[in-house]
Structure formats: C-alpha cells, structure tokens
Nanobody, 123 residues
Framework: QVQLVESGGGSVQPGGSLRLSCVASGFSLKSYAVGWFRQAPGKEREPVSCISSFNDVTYTRASVRGRFTISRDNAKNTVYLEMNSLKPEDTAVYYC????????????????WGQGTQVTVSS
C-alpha cells in the first residue's frame, strides 16, 4: 500500500509559479531519497531535482536551477517542488519518486512512483 501522490499542478502563464507536493502514504520518507521528474509529450522522462535522505542535499538540473527548489517536510511526509519563473518548456507531467537509500546522494533508480500531475505553461 505504499503510495506517492502528487498535487499542485495546473495551467499558468509564463513567469508564473506553482508549488507541487508529493505526499507519501504507507511509509515514511525520512530514510528515502526523493526525486522529481518530468515528461513532455513525445519526449523521455527526465530528472528535474532530487533531495537526499540525509542532510537534505539537493541536486537540480541546470535548466531549472535557480527557478525550482526542492524541499522536504518529514513531519508531513511530504516533498515539495517550488517552481518559479515558469517557461513554456517546463510544460510536462511531473512525477515524484522515492528510493529507500540513506545518505547524502540521490540514487540512479527509484522504487516508488506517483501518478503525476500536469503542469502547463502557456500564454
């Protein structure tokens, strides 16, 4: 019954902001690395950002660095992706994923995935 559920997606104009949430149920995120991924139509899924289970070390792809911020609140069993200055090329389905690995790094693979939330950036 382990699950991740994303929310917070929607349609915004370029330059707008959204905050995505990823809520875990059936397990605790405390010992999990969590990543955000996105997939645009016809394109491969790509990593966006991740946060480690220990010390909350973050890694973010260059195209969104400075605009997107990943964070976690273990008390709420939730990971967030704050997205600012959104661009049309950010349009995609955004997924969160978790892997039970404890450390300051993010893993290459994840065992639990959410169903995704749509983010659309257009004029």
């Amino acid at each position: 019954q382990v699950q991740l559920v994303e929310s917070g997606g929607g349609s915004v104009q370029p330059g707008g902001s959204l905050r995505l949430s990823c809520v875990a149920s059936g397990f605790s995120l405390k010992s999990y690395a969590v990543g955000w991924f996105r997939q645009a139509p016809g394109k491969e899924r790509e990593p966006v950002s991740c946060i480690s289970s220990f010390n909350d070390v973050t890694y973010t792809r260059a195209s969104v660095r400075g605009r997107f911020t990943i964070s976690r609140d273990n008390a709420k069993n939730t990971v967030y992706l704050e997205m600012n200055s959104l661009k049309p090329e950010d349009t995609a389905v955004y997924y969160c994923a978790a892997e039970n690995v404890y450390g300051e790094t993010c893993p290459p693979d994840y065992e639990v995935w959410g169903q995704g939330t749509q983010v659309t950036v257009s004029s």
